[in-house]
C-alpha cells in the first residue's frame, strides 16, 4: 500500500497546475478561497488526534464550502511515513500532510499549520475563524489557544500515552510527570471555559479553529488513562458540545 501511495504523492507533487480559478467575490482579509469546484485536495493523514484535527475542519469545510478532499492512510505502525518519498513531502516523517492541487500542489505539514492555511485559503466567510484587521482581538485570542493546545496539551499527552503504553521500561517518574502536567493543562482550558462556549471570541466565544485543534487530543483522554472528566466540568461540557457537530462526527472517522 505504501508503494501505491508513494506513487499518487509523487505525480500529485510532479504536476504543476494551472491558475487556481477566480477568488471569491467576497473574501477574507488575505483568503484566496477557490471554489467548491476546484480539485481535490489530498490529505495524507493517520487516525491520531493531530491527524483527526486536519480532518474535522475539512469536513467543516465540506459542509459550509462543498470543498473536496481525497485522503491517503498512512500507516503509521509501519513508518509509512518515514519513507522515502513521504519524507519528499514533510522531512520531519510526521502525519498530516495536505497537498493542495489548487494551488500548485502546495504542501503543508504540522497540523496547527494545516489549520491556519486551510482557514486562509478556503475559509472565505470566516466560519471558523475572526478577521485579524476587524477583529484583532479575537484573532489574537484564536492564535494563543492554538499555540497553547498545539505547544502544551499535544506534546504532553503525547508523552504520557509514550511512557504509559509503549516505551520499553517502566519509568514511573515519567509516567507521572506528563500525566499530571495533562491534567494540569486540562485545568487551563477549565479556567478558560468558566462562563464561555468555545475557547476565543467575545461572549461565550465563537467556534473556531482554536477548538478544531485541541479537541482531538482532549477527547481522547481515555487513551491517556484519564477516564472521567469530572473533574474539568467546564471542558467536559465544550468536549460534549464540540462532539455533537455533525462535520466532527464525520472528522473523527477519517481515515
Known amino acids: 500500500m505504501s508503494r501505491r501511495v508513494g506513487a499518487q504523492a509523487a505525480s500529485a507533487l510532479k504536476q504543476a497546475q494551472s491558475p487556481r480559478g477566480c477568488r471569491s467575490a467576497q473574501t477574507s482579509r488575505y483568503s484566496t478561497a477557490t471554489s467548491p469546484s476546484s480539485k481535490l485536495l489530498q490529505l495524507y493523514t493517520a487516525p491520531t488526534p493531530n491527524g483527526r484535527k486536519v480532518s474535522l475542519l475539512l469536513e467543516e469545510l465540506k459542509e459550509q464550502y462543498g470543498l473536496k478532499y481525497d485522503v491517503h492512510p498512512i500507516d503509521i505502525r509501519k513508518d509509512t511515513q518515514k519513507e522515502p518519498w513521504f519524507i519528499k513531502m514533510n522531512p520531519n516523517g510526521r502525519i498530516p500532510v495536505l497537498v493542495d492541487s489548487n494551488r500548485e500542489n502546495f504542501t503543508v505539514f504540522e497540523s496547527a499549520a494545516i489549520l491556519l492555511y486551510l482557514e486562509q485559503h478556503y475559509d472565505s466567510q470566516l466560519k471558523f475563524s475572526f478577521d485579524p484587521r476587524t477583529r484583532p482581538d479575537e484573532y489574537s485570542e484564536m492564535l494563543q489557544w492554538i499555540f497553547f493546545s498545539h505547544g502544551g496539551i499535544g506534546?504532553?499527552?503525547g508523552q504520557a500515552n509514550h511512557f504509559l503504553r509503549a516505551a520499553p521500561e517502566d519509568i514511573?517518574?515519567?509516567?507521572?510527570?506528563?500525566?499530571?502536567?495533562?491534567?494540569?493543562?486540562?485545568?487551563?482550558?477549565?479556567?478558560?471555559?468558566?462562563?464561555?462556549?468555545?475557547?476565543?471570541?467575545?461572549?461565550?466565544?465563537?467556534?473556531?479553529?482554536?477548538?478544531?485543534?485541541?479537541?482531538?487530543?482532549?477527547?481522547?483522554?481515555?487513551?491517556?488513562?484519564?477516564?472521567?472528566?469530572?473533574?474539568?466540568?467546564?471542558?467536559?461540557?465544550?468536549?460534549?458540545?464540540?462532539?455533537e457537530r455533525p462535520a466532527v462526527k464525520s472528522g473523527m472517522q477519517v481515515p
Open 172 to 243: 514511573p517518574y515519567a509516567k507521572k510527570r506528563y500525566l499530571t502536567e495533562t491534567k494540569r493543562l486540562y485545568g487551563v482550558l477549565d479556567i478558560r471555559l468558566r462562563g464561555r462556549d468555545w475557547l476565543a471570541g467575545t461572549g461565550r466565544g465563537a467556534y473556531s479553529i482554536a477548538d478544531i485543534n485541541a479537541f482531538p487530543w482532549v477527547d481522547s483522554h481515555g487513551f491517556t488513562g484519564i477516564e472521567s472528566m469530572d473533574e474539568w466540568p467546564h471542558v467536559k461540557a465544550w468536549l460534549e458540545r464540540t462532539a
Open 155 to 157: 506534546p504532553m499527552q
